[in-house]
């Protein structure tokens, strides 16, 4: 949920609107979950450099240990 909202957030261009259309959620539950992302990481999303570190960190895929 939290890690939709990072991806969809960056790549609606920072788009209150944009955002809540991707995953498909009312404009108020993504600004409780950006809220809380920047609660949780202690960094504002809304701020550009923050939000592109969060974005690449999203988008890495897990590496898997077991291998």
Known sequence: MLRATVIAWCESGSHLVRTARAPHVHRNAVIYRLDRISRLTGRDIR?????????????????????
Not at 50 to 66: F, K, M, N, Q, T
Request: aromatic share 10%; glycine share 0%; with cysteine.
């Open 47 to 67: 701020a550009h450099r923050y939000a592109i570190a969060l974005y690449v960190a999203c988008l890495a895929e897990p590496v898997d240990r077991s291998s």
